[in-house]
């Protein structure tokens, strides 16, 4: 499997929206449900924004959302903060006849 | 709350086994509705999902295609924790490995702390 394609950077200035797409094919993000998205400060581990493409877990802000469509999942952060300036990677299911997972390439996300 | 901690060398000699383990608090590592992963990062393949173990009714694996010949991942239900080893090791291993899990909804959360390995001799 090809990791999924992402935009090396975004930026906004605090307070705007910042919209980060993820494009895969019908074998991964188009085929499934099971699009996640993940944040990563500088030395950290990942952390779980948005599952099954637009679902928080607890914790998570609001101003993170996620959507779907076709072969292209989005990520968008509205109100943005300092603290949103991160490595932003999308995630599916990649499996059809054998369990499989992809990631995405990787955004930077810049807070003017 | 459920909290994975790694633990294992951080440089490995080229051609030998790399070997890593992640202790599970707050869950099962036999849990019915859970899976136990391995991931990498490097600056050169991003992150890249190796495999994972899980127990319904009886054990299973999975492991992605482009480690399958190499790897190894074992649950240590005694404690609570699960195992990477990974053989034949090259310099192009050399990356960040962590665990996670996931349950049906496929999410990886948590993740373990991270483990910076090197491949050098």
């Known amino acids: 499997q090809s990791a999924l394609t992402q935009p090396p950077s975004a930026s906004g200035s605090p307070g705007q929206s910042v919209t980060i797409s993820c494009t895969g094919t019908?074998?991964?993000?188009?085929?499934?449900?099971?699009v996640s998205w993940y944040q990563q400060h500088p030395g950290k581990a990942p952390k779980l924004m948005i599952y099954?493409?637009?679902k928080r877990p607890s914790g998570v802000p609001d101003r993170f959302s996620g959507s779907k469509s076709g072969n292209t999942a989005s990520l968008t952060v509205s109100g943005l903060q300092a603290e949103d300036e991160a490595d932003y990677y999308c995630?599916?299911?990649?499996?059809?006849?054998?369990?499989?997972?992809?990631f995405g390439t990787g955004t930077k996300v810049t807070v003017l | 709350q459920v909290q994975l901690q790694q633990s294992g060398p951080g440089l490995v000699k080229p051609s030998q086994t790399l070997s890593l383990t992640c202790a599970i608090s707050?869950?099962?590592?036999?849990?019915?509705?859970?899976?136990w992963n391995w991931i990498r990062q490097s600056p050169s393949r991003g992150l890249e999902w190796l495999g994972r173990?899980?127990?319904?009714?009886?054990?299973?694996?999975d492991y992605a295609v482009s480690v399958k010949s190499r790897i190894t991942i074992n649950p240590d239900t005694s404690k609570n924790q699960f195992s990477l080893q990974l053989n034949s090791v090259t310099p192009e291993d050399t990356a960040v490995y962590y665990c996670a899990r996931h349950g049906g909804d496929l999410r990886f959360d948590p993740w373990g702390q991270g483990t910076l390995v090197t491949v050098s001799s």
């Open positions: 099954e493409v637009s």
């Open positions: 995630s599916s299911y990649a499996g059809s006849n054998n369990f499989a997972y992809v």
């Open positions: 173990t899980y127990y319904r009714s009886k054990w299973y694996n």
């Open positions: 019908s074998s991964d993000v188009g085929g499934y449900n099971y």
């Open positions: 707050g869950d099962s590592v036999s849990s019915n509705s859970a899976a």
